[in-house]
């Protein structure tokens, strides 16, 4: 098999012991003569991948007693409406801190539903950075929204100190399980398994369960989160495989060392590659302001257009996968999720650097 | 590996061929060093499937030209919800017909959106038939919704021959792909996968497109078929796995040849199994009227409880899965979907007999 480094930004690579793990046993779950897949979910094997799912976030993720884990469908775009649809009342305001597209696609899809005001937009310096937050007293936001991590810029909150809200809402999506996060700041979190955890097709939410008191009534059953509260996310047919692959990417990160460890590893491949850039005297220049570097998404350019194309060119021959940048901003991106393995970024780290020795004249 | 039979409802059996297909590719897909489920859904690799599968679809469907195939998240369940919320207007009234608990569903979604008549209802009769039609005028109703077959009770529609309306939608979860249906008297289709297409986590939608002009404004984005229409269900990312497995379940009903021949497949297998029934005497007694008879799932008690948990302990011991009915009506089901193999039939047909030999005193 090909050697391949795959910084595709999601979905992305799985761990490879994941992987094939899930292979072994595709045609025959546990002994039982039938996939996984095709397993009732109201039965007692799939019911136990998904309480093990469960259990295996809370335990990773330090997750209080007060919250509750739940495995939707749809993405984080469907929770861009359900959370205005369950939380957004008449005569409220709820409150989006824009560091990005992302956090921009979900305040205008509470902008349907009610009042919103964008608290700070990073707008103005191309998103390179996460804004300073101007004060603001928790009455004026019904919820507050961010997201912790912009895949396309390339920036991340390094810490959410700065921020309190009793109802704090935050979008996950990139960077749930790469580091430790004070779950109990946060009335809600989500996130699409594609990136940190699993393949596409699954969503996570992490949801204070006072948070419920909170909702509007009379939603669809399927968009309101209580009904998944009171069902155990089996309200209608899970999406039982990306749930199972869930479980076992879990199982792979708490053998690995569990947030400490792989937060350890993050920062040391991301570090490989910021350190290419800022050893390459311009040749590669940073997009993210410094002190809001991702750990997850690298982004870059180089010198030009040209030089960027064959940049990507050339490492696609060598085997890295995904480095270009989102079709919104063009230019580089590696992200370096948790199941990229260091040796791929060295790799890339080399890469970047021969490539600078033939091309930097 | 133990021989088994699988009667699973859904999440429900998967082709044999189709699962070592995927096994064996698992790892590396067309030789790239990665897994389908790590490749980009904006990379040629994953494209060419995502298009396959629609192609794949529309031909073995008949599909005309003027309708849209939709991969979506969330299931029926989630149908339920965007219809009424897309095609519901003041002023104006639905219909849906119900003939079980399915349908029973959908309207309650839609009856909060707007004004829903259940034009008739075979809930008198324990949903054990198709209730005949009463004559209605097109102009009574925006829409007409109704569900092919009724896993629970174990109807199907035999035909849509008395049904007609400009804006018919159809809930084919459950029979989709297993005979051929005239797609050109419904504006809108939609399927769970997990019965007859694939694994669970991804919908399939057919859409005719001039559907598109009748749909509500300002929804949020991701519960907008127009959405999904103009993404060619690439706005967020798909359930990229699922539908890869769709396209390997569509080429296997191609290879096997196509709708003509899983129907008389189907046909084939059923029969077996309500030959089995009319021709106990009475120790078995099926749920569904003669003409209103499911070929997916064959429902039908034994003569007391007692019996039944009997009939289901000898049969799970013998390798049959799912066989219990519903937990809303008990009883026993066979789930006979298009991945369930003749010798399954046979083998549980065998079973009955042999079961009434032993317990019919």
Not at 33 to 60: D, F, P, Q, T, W
Request: with cysteine; charged share 25%; hydrophobic share 35%.
């Amino acid at each position: 098999m090909k050697q391949v480094y795959n910084f595709n930004a999601g979905p992305a690579a799985l761990p490879r012991q994941v992987l094939k793990k899930a292979k072994e046993e595709f045609l025959d779950f546990q002994d039982t003569g039938i996939s996984i897949m095709e397993h009732s979910h109201r039965g007692k094997h799939y019911e136990e991948v998904h309480e093990e799912a469960k259990n295996l976030l809370k335990e990773l993720l330090s997750i209080p007693d007060q919250y509750e884990v739940l495995f939707l469908q749809g993405g984080a775009s469907l929770q861009f409406a359900m959370i205005p649809m369950n939380f957004m009342k008449p005569g409220e305001q709820s409150g989006y801190i824009l560091t990005g597209s992302w956090s921009e696609k979900a305040l205008k899809e509470a902008d349907k539903f009610g009042d919103v005001k964008d608290i700070v937009s990073g707008k103005a310096s191309n998103y390179a950075s996460i804004p300073d937050l101007p004060s603001f007293s928790p009455e004026e936001y019904s919820y507050v929204h961010l997201t912790s991590n912009n895949t396309i810029y390339g920036t991340q909150w390094a810490s959410f100190d700065g921020i309190d809200h009793p109802f704090l809402i935050a979008d996950m999506s990139s960077d749930i399980l790469s580091r430790r996060i004070p779950i109990d700041k946060f009335g809600l979190i989500y996130a699409g398994a594609q990136k940190n955890l699993g393949p596409a097709g699954v969503t996570v939410v992490i949801f204070r369960k006072d948070a419920a008191e909170r909702a509007n009534e009379g939603l669809p059953a399927i968009l309101s989160y209580e009904t998944h509260i009171k069902n155990r996310s089996l309200y209608n047919t899970p999406p039982t495989f990306s749930i199972y692959l869930l479980k076992l990417v879990l199982e792979w990160a708490k053998n690995l060392g569990g947030l400490e460890e792989l937060e350890k590893r993050n920062q040391e491949k991301a570090q490989l590659i910021y350190e290419a850039i800022d050893q390459s005297s311009g040749f590669y220049s940073g997009h993210a302001a410094r002190d809001s570097r991702s750990l997850m998404n690298i982004t870059f350019t180089l010198k030009n257009e040209e030089l960027t194309k064959q940049f990507l060119k050339e490492a696609h021959e060598q085997g890295f996968y995904g480095l270009a940048g989102h079709r919104s901003i063009g230019g580089c991106r590696a992200s370096a999720y948790n199941a990229v393995p260091l040796e791929a970024c060295q790799a890339l780290r080399d890469f970047m650097e021969n490539f600078q020795k033939k091309h930097d004249k």
